[in-house]
């Protein structure tokens, strides 16, 4: 059973940085796309960022475009997410999610999931 565990959220300043990381477990991932997702309180569930666990392709939502970045280790199964410059608006839960085979920005889509991290940033 696929096993997600992010951690590293917290509390950090405006015009800071936060790495967040997920420890994947539970499968062989070559086949899978690994996405961040974040929730605002009384707001959906929206598309952070993704990674082809193949190849490396990443994909990013317009508002965090040239600010945040999504890399993944295979040695430690873990992917990250560097999030620099960042904003209040960017104050949420974020997910970690995995689905095998293909890319979308739907969280339906995905089929596993991580308790989530929450991110704090005070202006």
């Known amino acids: 059973q696929v096993q997600l565990v992010e951690s590293g959220g917290g509390l950090v300043q405006a015009g800071g940085s936060l790495r967040l990381s997920c420890a994947a477990s539970g499968r062989t991932f070559n086949s899978y796309v690994m996405g961040w997702f974040r929730q605002a309180p009384g707001k959906e569930r929206d598309f952070v960022a993704a990674?082809?666990?193949?190849?490396?392709?990443?994909y990013y939502a317009d508002s965090v475009k040239g600010r945040f970045t999504i890399s993944r280790d295979n040695a430690k199964d873990t992917v990250y997410l560097q999030m620099n410059s960042v904003k209040p608006e960017d104050t949420a839960v974020y997910y970690c999610?995995?689905?095998?085979?293909?890319?979308?920005?739907?969280?339906?889509?995905?089929?596993?999931w991580g308790q989530g991290t929450q991110v704090t940033v005070s202006s």
């Open positions: 990674i082809m666990w193949s190849d490396g392709s990443t």
């Open positions: 999610a995995a689905v095998r085979g293909y890319y979308t920005r739907s969280p339906s889509g995905y089929d596993y």
